[in-house]
Structure formats: structure tokens, C-alpha cells
T-cell receptor, first 111, second 116 residues
Framework: AQSVSQHNHHVILSEAASLELGCNYS??????LFWYVQYPGQHLQLLLK??????LVKGIKGFEAEFIKSKFSFNLRKPSVQWSDTAEYFCAVRGYQKVTFGTGTKLQVIP | EPEVTQTPSHQVTQMGQEVILRCVPISNHLYFYWYRQILGQKVEFLVSFYNNEISEKSEIFDDQFSVERPDGSNFTLKIRSTKLEDSAMYFC??????????????FGAGSRLTVL
């Protein structure tokens, strides 16, 4: 069975600080990995995805994530956060068909 | 940009009533899903649907739940007899044709169900 762990439940940062959100997954086969974002009162939106190839993937709004196969990790990073990045971030893994989400990390950026 | 449309955006119902949540997936998508998010909790997989049948379902998706694609465009989730614990945001998602990568799911805005 596939599973996803997000270790940071709530992160508070000042504007311009750097961000790294941890994500670890478990699945026995080839995986596709995703980060989704949910802004307050809005629906899930895809930030970035990894299928294969370059393990460093770049997404929208300056976000990037690095797939490290040996660590079963797919951490999300952004060098300088903005107040508008305040949202909940979900790591997700897709094995055979369904997508499994992590518990989410609430990011609060203080101006 | 194509989007997944869900109706209603919010439904309030009495315990024991039947509820149907509707979704219009992206037109050339072949894979359809329902997820739910109880307030403050994580997004949980309910069911996946492909080729006019359920391909996978979770433990949550018991006999009270059913899905249907009645007319080739709508994808519905029915809860036969709602319980208080069914109160949640229900998200529909669809995935593209295999040649373009069926793995990326596009989510709808969600239908908030409140059971009183």
C-alpha cells in the first residue's frame, strides 16, 4: 500500500524566509509525486509534479521540489516566501492508479 | 484552461437523507475520482472510476456510497442515508488520457456537505 508522511503540520515564517517542507513516501513500485496547494477557501491546485527524469522539478510561483529516491523523499522548497504563499500544502503520491495525500502542512507567512 | 465543475457548492441536509453530488469532469479525461476532506483533516481517497466501472475504492466507500456516470459527461456521488460524520468537503477529480499522462489529477472546487 502507498502512504505519504508530512512531518511539519504547521509552519510559520516571515516574508522573505526560505521554505522547506518535508515529504516522505512509501510504495514498492514506480511512483509519481505531486505537491498540491490549497489557498484559504479554495480548491486543490497542482504546484508541481515528478514523473521521471531530472529529480529537481520546478513548479509554479517559484516552488521547486527534489526527488531523492534513496530517501523516499520529495521535499518542497522556495527560496523566499511571500505573504500570498499562506496556504495548506499537500504532498501526494500516485502508485497504480489512485493518488494518496499526506496530512498537509499549514504554512503561515507573516508580513 | 479546462476545469472540473462541481455542484452544489454547499448542501445542508438532515441525517438519513439521500444526497447526490454532481461533477462534470474535463471532457477528454478517462479517469474519475472522488475524495473527501473532513474539516481540519487530510484529503482522503474514496473511489476511482474507469471504463464505466469502479476500479478501486477505500474502506470509507461502503454500501451507503455509490457512483455513476449516467450520461457520459456527469459523474455523480450518491450517499443513500447520510450520517453526521459524512459532513465534509467532497472533491471530484479527473485524469487525462493515457498518452498525455493520466497521472495528473485536476480537482474541482469541492462540494461542502453539512449533515445536521
Amino acid at each position: 500500500a502507498q502512504s505519504v508522511s508530512q512531518h511539519n503540520h504547521h509552519v510559520i515564517l516571515s516574508e522573505a524566509a526560505s521554505l522547506e517542507l518535508g515529504c516522505n513516501y512509501s510504495y514498492g513500485g514506480t511512483v509519481n509525486l505531486f505537491w498540491y496547494v490549497q489557498y484559504p477557501g479554495q480548491h486543490l491546485q497542482l504546484l508541481l509534479k515528478y514523473f521521471s527524469g531530472d529529480p529537481l522539478v520546478k513548479g509554479i510561483k517559484g516552488f521547486e521540489a527534489e526527488f531523492i529516491k534513496s530517501k523516499f523523499s520529495f521535499n518542497l522548497r522556495k527560496p523566499s516566501v511571500q505573504w500570498s504563499d499562506t496556504a495548506e500544502y499537500f504532498c501526494a503520491v500516485r502508485g497504480y492508479q489512485k493518488v494518496t495525500f499526506g496530512t498537509g502542512t499549514k504554512l503561515q507567512v507573516i508580513p | 484552461e479546462p476545469e472540473v465543475t462541481q455542484t452544489p457548492s454547499h448542501q445542508v441536509t438532515q441525517m438519513g437523507q439521500e444526497v447526490i453530488l454532481r461533477c462534470v469532469p474535463i471532457s477528454n479525461h478517462l479517469y474519475f475520482y472522488w475524495y473527501r476532506q473532513i474539516l481540519g483533516q487530510k484529503v482522503e481517497f474514496l473511489v476511482s472510476f474507469y471504463n464505466n466501472e469502479i476500479s478501486e475504492k477505500s474502506e470509507i466507500f461502503d454500501d451507503q456510497f455509490s457512483v455513476e456516470r449516467p450520461d457520459g459527461s456527469n459523474f455523480t456521488l450518491k450517499i443513500r442515508s447520510t450520517k453526521l460524520e459524512d459532513s465534509a468537503m467532497y472533491f471530484c477529480a479527473s485524469g487525462g488520457p493515457i498518452r498525455s499522462g493520466a497521472n495528473v489529477l485536476t480537482f474541482g472546487a469541492g462540494s461542502r456537505l453539512t449533515v445536521l
